[in-house]
T-cell receptor, first 111, second 113 residues
Protein backbone atom coordinates (compact mmCIF):
# COMPACT_ATOMS: atom_id res chain seq x y z
CA UNK A 1 0.00 0.00 0.00
CA UNK A 2 0.86 3.67 -0.14
CA UNK A 3 3.26 5.12 2.44
CA UNK A 4 3.46 8.90 2.88
CA UNK A 5 6.22 10.54 4.88
CA UNK A 6 5.92 14.16 5.98
CA UNK A 7 8.55 16.57 7.27
CA UNK A 8 9.05 18.46 9.45
CA UNK A 9 6.82 17.34 12.30
CA UNK A 10 6.85 20.83 13.82
CA UNK A 11 7.53 24.20 12.23
CA UNK A 12 7.73 27.58 13.92
CA UNK A 13 7.87 30.68 11.73
CA UNK A 14 7.77 34.41 12.27
CA UNK A 15 4.65 36.13 11.04
CA UNK A 16 5.19 37.23 7.46
CA UNK A 17 7.78 34.55 6.71
CA UNK A 18 7.21 31.53 4.48
CA UNK A 19 6.53 27.95 5.58
CA UNK A 20 7.37 24.84 3.57
CA UNK A 21 6.20 21.31 4.32
CA UNK A 22 7.48 18.34 2.32
CA UNK A 23 5.97 14.92 1.68
CA UNK A 24 7.17 11.84 -0.15
CA UNK A 25 5.05 8.94 -1.34
CA UNK A 26 5.90 5.40 -2.32
CA UNK A 27 3.23 4.28 -4.82
CA UNK A 28 3.88 5.62 -8.32
CA UNK A 29 0.21 4.92 -9.15
CA UNK A 30 -0.97 7.65 -6.75
CA UNK A 31 -2.54 10.46 -8.74
CA UNK A 32 -4.26 12.79 -6.27
CA UNK A 33 -2.50 14.74 -3.53
CA UNK A 34 -4.62 16.84 -1.15
CA UNK A 35 -3.47 18.96 1.76
CA UNK A 36 -5.67 19.30 4.82
CA UNK A 37 -5.48 21.88 7.59
CA UNK A 38 -6.80 20.98 11.02
CA UNK A 39 -7.11 23.67 13.67
CA UNK A 40 -7.23 22.63 17.29
CA UNK A 41 -10.55 20.93 18.06
CA UNK A 42 -11.80 21.35 14.50
CA UNK A 43 -12.35 19.15 11.48
CA UNK A 44 -9.70 18.63 8.77
CA UNK A 45 -10.41 20.96 5.85
CA UNK A 46 -8.99 20.80 2.36
CA UNK A 47 -6.83 23.82 1.60
CA UNK A 48 -5.39 22.82 -1.76
CA UNK A 49 -4.96 19.70 -3.89
CA UNK A 50 -3.03 18.71 -6.98
CA UNK A 51 -3.37 15.93 -9.53
CA UNK A 52 -0.56 14.01 -11.15
CA UNK A 53 -0.96 15.75 -14.51
CA UNK A 54 -0.03 19.12 -12.99
CA UNK A 55 3.32 20.23 -11.58
CA UNK A 56 2.24 23.26 -9.58
CA UNK A 57 -0.92 24.89 -8.32
CA UNK A 58 -1.41 28.16 -6.48
CA UNK A 59 -4.27 29.68 -4.52
CA UNK A 60 -3.48 33.11 -3.06
CA UNK A 61 -0.82 32.57 -0.37
CA UNK A 62 -0.79 28.78 -0.72
CA UNK A 63 0.96 26.75 -3.40
CA UNK A 64 1.66 23.08 -3.93
CA UNK A 65 4.33 21.55 -6.15
CA UNK A 66 4.54 17.96 -7.34
CA UNK A 67 7.56 16.08 -8.65
CA UNK A 68 6.28 12.75 -9.97
CA UNK A 69 9.71 11.47 -10.88
CA UNK A 70 11.04 11.94 -7.36
CA UNK A 71 7.64 11.11 -5.81
CA UNK A 72 7.48 14.14 -3.61
CA UNK A 73 5.18 17.10 -3.19
CA UNK A 74 5.40 20.22 -1.07
CA UNK A 75 3.14 22.86 0.46
CA UNK A 76 4.31 26.46 0.45
CA UNK A 77 2.62 29.14 2.54
CA UNK A 78 3.81 32.69 1.97
CA UNK A 79 3.30 35.76 4.19
CA UNK A 80 2.23 33.59 7.11
CA UNK A 81 -0.38 34.92 9.51
CA UNK A 82 -1.35 33.79 13.04
CA UNK A 83 -4.48 32.11 11.64
CA UNK A 84 -2.20 29.78 9.65
CA UNK A 85 -1.26 28.09 12.94
CA UNK A 86 -2.65 24.55 12.72
CA UNK A 87 -1.72 20.95 11.95
CA UNK A 88 -1.25 20.30 8.24
CA UNK A 89 -1.62 16.82 6.73
CA UNK A 90 -0.53 15.80 3.27
CA UNK A 91 -2.17 12.77 1.65
CA UNK A 92 -1.98 10.64 -1.46
CA UNK A 93 -4.36 8.26 -3.19
CA UNK A 94 -4.78 6.26 -6.36
CA UNK A 95 -8.57 6.65 -6.55
CA UNK A 96 -9.32 3.63 -4.39
CA UNK A 97 -10.94 5.67 -1.63
CA UNK A 98 -7.94 5.07 0.63
CA UNK A 99 -6.38 8.38 1.48
CA UNK A 100 -2.92 7.73 2.92
CA UNK A 101 -2.06 10.58 5.26
CA UNK A 102 1.31 11.85 6.33
CA UNK A 103 1.97 12.09 10.07
CA UNK A 104 1.21 15.82 10.15
CA UNK A 105 3.12 19.06 10.68
CA UNK A 106 2.27 21.38 13.55
CA UNK A 107 2.80 24.93 12.30
CA UNK A 108 3.09 27.78 14.77
CA UNK A 109 3.18 31.34 13.47
CA UNK A 110 4.81 33.70 15.98
CA UNK A 111 3.42 37.21 16.08
CA UNK B 1 -24.88 22.85 1.48
CA UNK B 2 -21.26 21.69 1.80
CA UNK B 3 -21.61 20.34 5.32
CA UNK B 4 -21.18 16.93 6.82
CA UNK B 5 -23.06 16.87 10.11
CA UNK B 6 -22.21 14.48 12.93
CA UNK B 7 -24.08 13.78 16.14
CA UNK B 8 -23.43 13.74 18.99
CA UNK B 9 -20.43 16.09 19.35
CA UNK B 10 -19.35 14.41 22.56
CA UNK B 11 -20.11 10.95 23.96
CA UNK B 12 -19.07 9.24 27.17
CA UNK B 13 -19.93 5.57 27.38
CA UNK B 14 -19.20 2.64 29.62
CA UNK B 15 -17.62 -0.54 28.34
CA UNK B 16 -20.95 -2.39 28.50
CA UNK B 17 -23.00 0.30 26.75
CA UNK B 18 -24.36 0.33 23.20
CA UNK B 19 -24.40 3.65 21.40
CA UNK B 20 -24.50 4.96 17.85
CA UNK B 21 -22.77 7.78 16.03
CA UNK B 22 -24.64 9.47 13.21
CA UNK B 23 -23.49 11.29 10.09
CA UNK B 24 -25.48 13.10 7.42
CA UNK B 25 -24.62 14.86 4.16
CA UNK B 26 -26.79 16.44 1.48
CA UNK B 27 -24.17 17.06 -1.18
CA UNK B 28 -25.19 14.06 -3.28
CA UNK B 29 -21.91 12.34 -2.48
CA UNK B 30 -21.92 8.59 -3.06
CA UNK B 31 -18.87 7.71 -0.97
CA UNK B 32 -18.97 7.99 2.82
CA UNK B 33 -16.23 7.20 5.32
CA UNK B 34 -15.55 6.62 8.98
CA UNK B 35 -12.16 7.64 10.34
CA UNK B 36 -10.69 7.38 13.83
CA UNK B 37 -8.28 10.08 14.96
CA UNK B 38 -6.11 10.03 18.07
CA UNK B 39 -4.58 13.22 19.43
CA UNK B 40 -1.82 14.68 17.25
CA UNK B 41 -2.15 11.82 14.73
CA UNK B 42 -3.59 11.68 11.22
CA UNK B 43 -7.05 10.23 10.62
CA UNK B 44 -7.07 6.45 10.25
CA UNK B 45 -9.53 4.96 7.79
CA UNK B 46 -12.02 2.50 9.30
CA UNK B 47 -14.78 1.95 6.73
CA UNK B 48 -15.80 3.14 3.27
CA UNK B 49 -19.29 2.95 1.78
CA UNK B 50 -19.62 3.40 -1.95
CA UNK B 51 -23.14 3.70 -3.35
CA UNK B 52 -24.46 2.51 0.01
CA UNK B 53 -22.45 -0.69 -0.04
CA UNK B 54 -19.54 -1.42 2.26
CA UNK B 55 -16.49 -1.41 0.02
CA UNK B 56 -13.64 -1.16 2.52
CA UNK B 57 -13.29 -2.47 6.07
CA UNK B 58 -9.79 -1.80 7.37
CA UNK B 59 -9.80 -4.85 9.66
CA UNK B 60 -11.80 -2.98 12.27
CA UNK B 61 -12.86 -4.97 15.38
CA UNK B 62 -16.46 -6.17 15.31
CA UNK B 63 -17.35 -3.99 18.29
CA UNK B 64 -17.62 -1.25 15.62
CA UNK B 65 -20.48 -1.88 13.20
CA UNK B 66 -21.18 0.52 10.33
CA UNK B 67 -24.51 1.01 8.62
CA UNK B 68 -25.55 3.08 5.60
CA UNK B 69 -29.38 3.35 5.63
CA UNK B 70 -29.44 5.57 2.53
CA UNK B 71 -27.18 7.72 0.38
CA UNK B 72 -27.27 10.63 2.86
CA UNK B 73 -26.83 8.82 6.16
CA UNK B 74 -24.05 6.84 7.79
CA UNK B 75 -24.12 5.32 11.24
CA UNK B 76 -21.49 3.71 13.42
CA UNK B 77 -22.84 1.35 16.08
CA UNK B 78 -20.66 0.87 19.12
CA UNK B 79 -20.79 -2.03 21.56
CA UNK B 80 -18.47 -3.30 24.27
CA UNK B 81 -15.79 -0.75 23.55
CA UNK B 82 -12.47 -0.52 25.34
CA UNK B 83 -10.85 2.56 26.88
CA UNK B 84 -8.28 2.56 24.05
CA UNK B 85 -11.15 3.18 21.62
CA UNK B 86 -11.46 6.69 23.04
CA UNK B 87 -10.75 9.05 20.13
CA UNK B 88 -12.27 11.56 17.73
CA UNK B 89 -14.46 9.74 15.20
CA UNK B 90 -14.73 11.60 11.93
CA UNK B 91 -17.22 11.02 9.17
CA UNK B 92 -16.41 12.19 5.65
CA UNK B 93 -17.97 12.11 2.22
CA UNK B 94 -16.76 12.55 -1.34
CA UNK B 95 -18.07 12.23 -4.85
CA UNK B 96 -18.29 8.80 -6.41
CA UNK B 97 -14.58 8.49 -7.04
CA UNK B 98 -11.87 8.35 -4.40
CA UNK B 99 -9.57 11.00 -5.81
CA UNK B 100 -11.76 13.97 -5.07
CA UNK B 101 -12.08 16.26 -2.09
CA UNK B 102 -13.23 14.56 1.08
CA UNK B 103 -15.45 16.75 3.26
CA UNK B 104 -15.12 15.97 6.95
CA UNK B 105 -17.67 16.35 9.69
CA UNK B 106 -16.69 18.05 12.94
CA UNK B 107 -16.36 14.67 14.62
CA UNK B 108 -17.65 12.93 17.73
CA UNK B 109 -15.30 13.04 20.70
CA UNK B 110 -15.75 9.60 22.26
CA UNK B 111 -14.59 8.70 25.75
CA UNK B 112 -14.91 5.10 26.94
CA UNK B 113 -14.85 4.70 30.72
Amino acid sequence: GENVEQHPSTLSVQEGDSAVIKCTYSDSASNYFPWYKQELGKRPQLIIDIRSNVGEKKDQRIAVTLNKTAKHFSLHITETQPEDSAVYFCAATEDDYKLSFGAGTTVTVRA
Amino acid sequence: DTEVTQTPKHLVMGMTNKKSLKCEQHMGHRAMYWYKQKAKKPPELMFVYSYEKLSINESVPSRFSPECPNSSLLNLHLHALQPEDSALYLCASSQSTGNTEAFFGQGTRLTVV
